[in-house]
């Protein structure tokens, strides 16, 4: 008779006491089934204990030397103790996972009785009740603490019927799936990202399936339409919603968080990183391959500017001293992973700058001109800035048409009562830099011409950034060359003006220069 805890690596040995495979929620089990003498995926042996007395827990057993077992079994449950408590306390505080942390309890439970085994190797049965099948495919899956309640051993150590005394055998845990093949897409220039399937995980009760998650790491090869330059991964833990539909037009849903961010560092352009801090994301899985669609927050970091003119001011400083960055919100990835041909769709007219929550590089025009919200533009706005009624602006930097894809700031600024001018600093994927203005009201081409009225505009010939270095600091103008103003269908003055309007802190400047020309 079995009157003290008992723990054993050899199923054999096991089964003189109680045949785990025999009892009912193990042998009928319609969700998992379980290989108690192969080791699980963590390549451990696995190893059973029972636990027949309610005075004290297995934990409290095993610091008394009170159980039963070999001196490299002894050692073996006191290993799988430590790490599996080790892995239930990082999923736990990390993704607010406790499959494994209740799993394990009854490692602490004086009154728990009955069986458990640690690193079991398990099969799913039916894939769809733990998510994506073609990622549960390839998994390796295993039991890190599996529970058996109500069983009781008679005189000869045999396993008590379930119907006798009123006991009903009942298993518990927790399983993990571990990526048999690491990469579910491969590193391709067509592809444009890595995705890896790191581990799911689920808790399980005969044959229910709780809570299925999963964690992946995503690794950007282009952003931007420019190289990465390292192979940062983002972490992403998502938790299965349910299957849509039926048969099959099932679709799998999960839910995803960000688990651990990265600063993506681009190649050759004036926007030196992106900083993913915040994403949430939903993914679907069906026949036709796993979509998955994420949303990031974080911070623009531009790279400090070789000289005084600074049109890009959200960054660190040269000599990286003090930080500097752009708070934004809504970079829009969409990965389609079809299994021939997997793609990255990026949208970036939805970026959103927070430039409330964001620091701007001393000196810079951002930092020295009074302006208001900034906002984003691209080429995926509909063509090129001249499309968008900007026109080219003079700077003190060598600039040029951009092409392709291209991307720029907004930054709008109130020039004098009922005049706005909307200055875009942009670049291209090639690293070229543009800079433009345009009037509020402006549609299709490029235009230098603001009404102001019904009956009254104004036109410029053309518009240049002037910078000034001082002692006490940088300072920037804005020079609207060949002013002239419609009234009533008449254009005045008759010869020149040039207009200077110098932006400060507390109020917007100007002066004038007028030639007739005679």
């Known amino acids: 008779m079995l009157n003290r805890c008992f723990a054993t690596s050899s199923l054999d040995a096991l089964r003189v006491y109680f045949d785990p495979r025999t009892i009912d929620p193990v042998a ?7 290989s108690f003498d192969r080791p699980g995926a963590l390549a451990a042996r696995p190893l059973h ?4 007395e309610t005075d004290r827990s297995l934990a409290q057993l095993l610091d008394d030397d009170a159980v039963d077992a070999s001196a490299d079994d002894a050692r073996l449950l006191r290993e799988l103790i430590v790490s599996a408590r080790a892995l239930a306390r990082e999923c736990s505080q990390r993704d607010g996972e406790p499959a494994l942390s209740l799993a394990l309890a009854c490692v602490d439970d004086p ?28 998994c390796s899956f295993f039991a890190p603490c599996l529970r058996v309640e109500g069983i009781a051993l008679d005189a000869g150590g045999g396993l008590v019927e379930s119907g006798a005394q009123g006991l009903s055998p009942r298993i518990a845990g927790c399983v993990q799936g571990l990526a048999a093949t690491p990469m579910i897409v491969a590193a391709s220039a067509a592809a444009g990202f890595v995705l890896r399937l790191d581990r799911m995980t689920a808790q399980f ?26 192979a940062a991964y983002l972490k992403l833990h998502g938790t299965y919603v349910d299957a849509i539909g039926s048969g099959a037009n099932a679709t799998a849903a999960y839910g995803f968080s960000l688990r651990a961010g990265a600063e993506l560092r681009l190649a050759g352009l004036p926007l030196a990183s992106v900083a993913v801090e915040g994403a949430t994301a939903t993914s679907l899985s069906g026949t036709a391959g796993w979509n998955l669609r994420l949303q990031c927050s974080g911070k623009l970091r531009f790279a400090a500017p070789e000289g005084a003119y600074d049109p890009f001011g959200f960054g660190p400083s040269a000599a ?38 964001s620091r701007a590089r001393a000196g810079s025009f951002a930092a020295s001109v009074p302006h208001g919200s900034p906002w984003f533009l691209c080429h995926q706005d509909g063509g090129s800035p001249e499309d968008l009624g900007y026109h ?25 009562a009922g005049l706005r001018v909307e200055l875009l600093f942009g670049f291209d994927a090639a690293g070229t830099q543009y800079a433009g203005a345009r009037f509020p009201g402006a549609q299709g081409a490029a235009s230098t011409s603001a009404a102001l009225s019904h009956l009254f505009s104004i036109k410029f010939q053309d518009i240049a950034i002037h910078l000034d270095q001082r002692e006490t600091g940088t300072d920037y103008s804005l020079l609207l060359r060949g002013l002239k103003a419609n009234a009533l269908r008449m254009e005045l003055p008759e010869g020149s003006c040039n207009l200077a309007l110098l932006p400060r802190a507390d109020a917007t400047g100007w002066y004038a220069v007028y030639d007739n020309l005679k």
């Open 392 to 416: 080219a602006v003079a700077a003190p930097i060598p600039g040029g048409r951009l092409s392709g894809a291209w991307f720029g700031l907004v930054l709008p600024l109130d020039l004098m």
């Open 28 to 34: 009928s089990n319609t969700a998992l089934s379980f």
């Open 320 to 357: 990286r001293s003090e930080d500097g960055y752009l708070s934004f919100t809504g970079l829009d990835l969409s990965f389609a992973l079809p299994p021939a041909a997997p793609r990255l769709t990026t949208t970036y007219r939805t970026i959103v700058p927070r430039e409330e929550v």
């Open 49 to 52: 204990v029972l636990k027949p």
């Open 205 to 230: 009760v005969n044959s229910t399936v709780i809570s299925p998650s999963l964690d992946v790491s995503l690794s950007l090869k282009r952003l931007f339409e420019a190289p990465v330059a390292d």
């Open 111 to 138: 009154s728990f009785t009955g069986a458990m085994m640690f690193n079991v190797a398990a099969t799913p049965k039916k894939a769809e009740l733990f998510g994506d099948a073609a990622l549960v495919g390839r």
